[in-house]
């Protein structure tokens, strides 16, 4: 369930701020990162799918087979660098991006779910246009990215927006082409209980 509701707010975030998905990148290859990758290529259909993968599993070889747009990198930079939308898909607790994206990226990260996990580091959030999550008051004390990156910029703690904020009001979203705009997600558990009550209500017929 984690999983599916996972995947599914990253994708509605993804489709709400990004500018473009001619380029997507997927940061961790484990049941996240390939699920993710799927659902970006169904929803998307890039020119390019780079999945950054530190070993090469099963899971992340059968990928690229499966799709020739799937491309497998060991270069996190050079990946950052190239993409569009992100999706951050790590266990990390140490920041795997600590440069600052190319201008229009947007960012989605599902791995800075505790105060001790920080994907992005905290000055590159700090320095994004627009910070989103799917909930704002949540991901201030919950996200280890968010968290740092209001320490170092305390203004940022009245600029985070709720996913359903955005949905409800658009114009809360991108305003210009080459915003930078990162999503975190923490998990909420009203979203777990939506999904199973739809997986009982598609049971049924």
Do not use: W
């Amino acid at each position: 369930v984690t999983r599916i509701r996972t995947t599914a707010a990253s994708m509605v975030a993804a489709q709400a701020l990004a500018a473009q998905s001619k380029t997507i990148a997927v940061i961790g290859a484990g049941l996240q990162g390939i699920a993710h990758a799927r659902a970006a290529i169904e929803l998307f259909s890039p020119e390019s799918l780079i999945l950054v993968a530190r070993t090469l599993s099963a899971d992340a070889k059968g990928l690229e087979n499966e799709f020739p747009q799937v491309r497998i990198s060991q270069d996190l930079d050079e990946t950052i660098g190239a993409a569009d939308l992100v999706f951050v898909c790590t266990n990390t607790i140490n920041p795997v991006i600590t440069k600052a994206p190319k201008q229009g990226t947007t960012i989605i990260s599902i791995g800075s779910f505790s105060p001790n996990r920080e994907e992005i580091a905290g000055s590159v959030v700090a320095q994004a246009d627009l910070i989103f999550g799917d909930d704002s008051q949540t991901i201030q004390s919950q996200s280890g990215s968010v968290i740092a990156a209001i320490k170092e910029n305390p203004e940022l703690e009245n600029k985070v927006v709720s996913l359903g904020s955005l949905l409800n009001n658009p114009a809360l979203g991108r305003t210009a082409p080459d915003q930078v705009i990162m999503y975190f997600s923490v998990g909420l558990g009203i979203q777990d209980a939506a999904i199973v009550e739809k997986y009982f209500e598609l049971e049924k017929l």
